[in-house]
């Protein structure tokens, strides 16, 4: 394979191997990374290459193996993905993304599952690849994927009885969720903790990544609201979507600072015009993968 089929195969399939890699880890930054090692890998292995398979496949045994490692190591912490990227379509080959496959609560339920296990159920459930297909791919027989993905299924159910629904997300915001994220941005950069549990459902749940902590209920995550919300003019939020969802932008402004900073992306999970859950990443250096500004002047 010489260099300038290479470079077409790296621009063809470059975003739907992120995507993949992403559904394997978790992580924005992590998936990112392991992409690039996917290629030098494959430019490494490329006279191994014998085209008895289809090279998309090559790539994803690379890909797929390269992040089994990872995950047989340590795990990274759950990012969110910008739709601005997920927008950008992978190559002919490529399957649709699916809204429920790239949804946080999708994201979610799979890190339940040993790697594995993962890798089978997003080969066999995500990108529809056959039980023969996705054995070949692991180097493993075809009972023992069906084995595997009855396993996988079976957990995912006992999480999330309700299936894919339960896994999907709300879909392009109408405009009332669209006046409920304005409401929640308007609450926030008035430092209104009571309006913004008015915009809660009962069951609201709570999380605060990387690893700070979790809350689930109205009265809980109320509480935490009220006890980090601090005065009026220190948030400034600008709207964003993550994983097929709304979510917002939080720039902060520090004591003695004129100018906000990148602090925190919030994705909302909206469910019957009230928000079901926040999931918040202090993330601040994914800004720029969403396209967002460096900071925000007063």
């Known amino acids: ?7 077409d195969l790296t621009r063809q399939h470059h975003r739907e191997l992120c995507i993949h890699c992403y ?10 990374d392991h992409v690039q090692e996917v290629f030098l890998r494959a430019w490494r292995s490329r006279d191994a290459f014998e085209e008895r398979s289809s090279a998309r496949t090559w790539l994803y045994r690379i890909a797929t193996n390269a992040c089994l490692d990872t ?18 379509r992978p190559g002919p080959d490529a399957v649709a993304i699916g809204r429920e496959t790239i949804s946080l609560a999708f994201l979610a339920a799979i890190q339940l599952l040993p790697p ?14 056959s039980a023969n297909e996705t054995a070949a791919l692991l180097d493993t027989t075809t009972p023992a994927v069906n084995s595997a993905l009855q396993r996988a299924r079976a957990t995912l159910r006992e999480r999330w009885p309700g ?7 709300a879909g392009v915001p109408d405009p009332a969720q669209r006046e409920l994220l304005r409401r929640y941005i ?28 979790e809350w689930t209920g109205k009265a809980t995550v109320a509480e ?24 917002v932008a939080a720039y902060v402004r520090a004591s003695g600072e004129t100018v906000f900073r990148p602090f925190a992306l919030i994705v909302l999970r909206i469910e019957a ?13 994914l800004f720029t993968a969403f396209g967002l500004p460096a900071s925000l002047d007063p």
């Open 1 to 7: 394979m010489d260099a300038t089929r290479f470079a």
């Open 23 to 32: 559904r394997m880890l978790g992580s924005f930054d992590a998936a990112e």
């Open 71 to 88: 995950l047989r190591r340590t795990p990274p912490p759950v990012q969110p993905y910008p739709d601005q990227l997920l927008d950008e």
């Open 116 to 129: 594995r296990q993962r890798a089978v159920l997003i080969l066999r459930d995500v990108l529809v690849w």
């Open 163 to 169: 299936g894919r629904l339960e896994w999907s997300s």
């Open 186 to 213: 308007a609450a926030h950069e008035r430092a209104d903790p009571q309006a913004l549990v008015d915009l809660l459902r009962e069951d609201i749940r709570l999380t605060i990544e990387p690893d700070v902590g």
């Open 224 to 247: 935490a609201l009220h006890r980090d919300m601090n005065t009026p003019g220190q948030w400034r939020m600008l709207p964003t979507a993550a994983n097929r969802q709304p979510a």
């Open 273 to 285: 015009g009230l928000i079901a859950a926040l999931d918040v990443f202090e993330a601040p250096g």
